[in-house]
């Protein structure tokens, strides 16, 4: 067999699911939002928002790679992936940046 053909075959099978996997996933976000709302009730000042993104940064992590299974995707749609959280990160650092050049010396 060719290695084309190799390379074809391996992407027309499907990836077969494991429910332990998804099980630990899904325990893992649940945690996650345990852990967002129970320091919500704290009174940790600016550590709230820090708390609460980072949570949310991992939880959006477990869900792309194994809910929405980029894990085992393509090369390509990992690519497209890591160029939309590029441009993401651009945009809030341009953001982020008038942000702090209007407010310079009011601080």
């Not at 708390?51 to 390509?76: F, Q, T």
Request: glycine residues 6%; charged residues 10%.
């Amino acid at each position: 067999m060719s290695e084309s053909a190799h390379h074809d075959q391996q992407v027309s099978s499907p990836h077969i699911i494991n429910p332990i996997e998804h099980f630990f996933v899904c325990v893992t976000l649940l945690v996650g939002t345990a852990i967002t709302v129970g320091t919500s009730y704290l009174n940790l000042h600016v550590f709230n928002a820090v708390i609460a993104i980072g949570v949310a940064v991992i939880e959006a992590v477990l869900v792309v790679l194994y809910l929405m299974h980029v894990k085992d995707s393509s090369r390509l749609t990992k690519l497209t992936i890591g160029a939309g959280i590029f441009t993401f990160l651009v945009l809030i650092g341009m953001s982020l940046t008038d942000y702090i050049a209007r407010a310079w010396g009011n601080w």
